[in-house]
């Protein structure tokens, strides 16, 4: 009874706020010869061994037609330093515009997948889509992570996180809880 007086609707389009956990990544993909990389917040992983990560990439989106017919990608990881640079790359569509060369990005050879890797990000996981059984419904591919990359020099980078009309968060705080998983 008390909680109607404390509590009030929440747009139902404002729930994603609540629960966009990941940190904003730069999905790279390749096509006819040509690279592209796109803003996504949209993901998750669903498996541990081997690393596979859900991801929804609208079928709207120039990356949408390149990961569907080619099944591979790189999820590049940036930190804060490049946040005005990501978010001005989902600001704009690879349809008109070579984002690595506008936004002065460092196209690196991937070793499993066509895509390049992304050399200003700390980590680049090369990818390959694994199950497309909900992408007419959702849009959303499983990945499985081929390979992983690491930036040594990029110590305890920090992520940004997308809460929805131009609100990010940042990393913060790192706590260590003891736990029984290994």
């Known amino acids: 009874m008390g909680i109607t007086k404390t509590m009030k609707d929440l747009p139902l389009a404002k729930v994603y706020q609540l629960l966009e956990p990941g940190p904003v990544v730069l999905l790279a993909t390749a096509r006819k010869g040509r690279a592209n990389i796109m803003a996504m917040s ?11 990560i859900a991801c929804v990439v609208s079928n709207a989106d120039y990356s949408f037609a390149a990961l ?10 940036p930190a804060i330093q490049l946040a005005q640079k990501v978010v001005a790359i989902g600001n704009c569509s690879g349809r008109d515009t070579d984002k690595f060369k506008r936004f002065g990005l460092t196209r690196m050879p991937a070793e499993r997948v066509k895509p390049p890797l992304v050399a200003e990000c700390f980590a680049n996981l090369e990818c390959k889509v694994v199950e497309t059984r909900l992408v007419n419904k959702f849009n959303l591919f499983v ?21 929805g009309y131009g609100k990010f968060t940042i990393d913060g705080e790192t706590i260590k809880l003891k736990s029984r998983m290994p």
């Not at 949209?42 to 596979?52: G, K, L, N, T």
């Not at 080619?70 to 590049?76: F, P």
């Not at 990945?143 to 809460?163: F, G, M, S, Y």
């Open 42 to 52: 949209w993901h998750m992983m669903v498996e541990f061994e081997p690393p596979r």
């Open 143 to 163: 990945l499985e992570v081929l390979k992983a990359w690491i930036d040594p020099a990029q110590k305890q980078p920090k992520t940004i996180h997308h809460h």
């Open 68 to 77: 569907r017919a080619t099944g591979e990608c790189v999820i590049a990881i």
